[in-house]
């Protein structure tokens, strides 16, 4: 039981080109997350999903995609990236009512 | 804006005392809490929660009181070890744990 795994650990894109963040959870969990966490702050929430098929805006969704094709994944894609979306992303998988559970982290720096 | 914050950013401690984080929140419908820890270079781990309909929660070595009067949440970590040392930041919801709402952190440091 891996929990939540998340890929790559560290990336450097140049302004302007995208990726994928891929996040992967074997608890079964319907509910899933994605946060970014900025220097000296908490986190913030960018895209959710209740379900396969479902997903929903969180507080900070500019700049980001979410497709939820199964229960096990929920990648977030950066279409065109900026110097601002420089952060830690994490993903958490969410078992309702008890609590999240994150992910190890992506680090992401955009020159 | 309704938001989560913290009292304190830092907190030093000296390894064996008892320790406590503060938390203020201010969304009224807020009724599920969560405090978690965040060493560097980690995700946040879940250390313990409490519903609105409790003011305290104990676990082991730690308790969560909350004070629903004042929006109030605090985490008393007791007989502190150096392992303690990390960010601990709470997060809250209202009617559902997939939406939280973070502060911004404590970092607790504990002196050997």
């Known amino acids: 039981n891996a929990g939540v795994t998340q890929t790559p650990k560290f990336q450097v894109l140049k302004t302007g080109q995208s990726m994928t963040l891929q996040c992967a959870q074997d608890m079964n969990h319907e509910y899933m997350s994605w946060y970014r966490q900025d220097p000296g702050m908490g986190l913030r929430l960018i895209h959710y999903s209740v379900g396969a098929g479902i997903t929903d805006q969180g507080e900070v969704p500019n700049g980001y995609n979410v497709s939820r094709s199964t229960t096990e994944d929920f990648p977030l894609r950066l279409l065109s990236a900026a110097p601002s979306q420089t952060s830690v992303y994490f993903c958490?998988?969410?078992?309702?009512?008890?609590?999240?559970?994150f992910g190890p982290g992506t680090r992401l720096t955009v020159t | 804006g309704e938001s989560v914050g913290l009292h304190l950013p830092t907190l030093s401690v000296q390894e064996g005392d008892n320790s406590i984080i503060n938390c203020a929140y201010s969304?009224?419908?807020?009724?599920?809490f969560i405090w978690y820890k965040q060493e560097s270079g980690k995700g946040p781990q879940f250390i313990i929660d409490i519903r609105s309909n409790m003011d305290k929660r104990q676990g082991q070595r730690v308790t969560v009181l909350l004070n629903k009067t004042v929006k109030h949440l605090s985490l008393q970590i007791a007989a502190t070890q150096p392992g303690d040392s990390a960010v601990y930041f709470c997060?809250?919801?209202?009617?559902?744990?997939?939406?939280?709402?973070f502060g911004k952190g404590t970092l607790l440091t504990v002196n050997p």
């Open positions: 997060a809250e919801s209202g009617g559902s744990n997939y939406k939280l709402t």
């Open positions: 958490a998988s969410i078992k309702p009512g008890v609590a999240q559970y």
């Open positions: 969304n009224s419908a807020s009724d599920y």
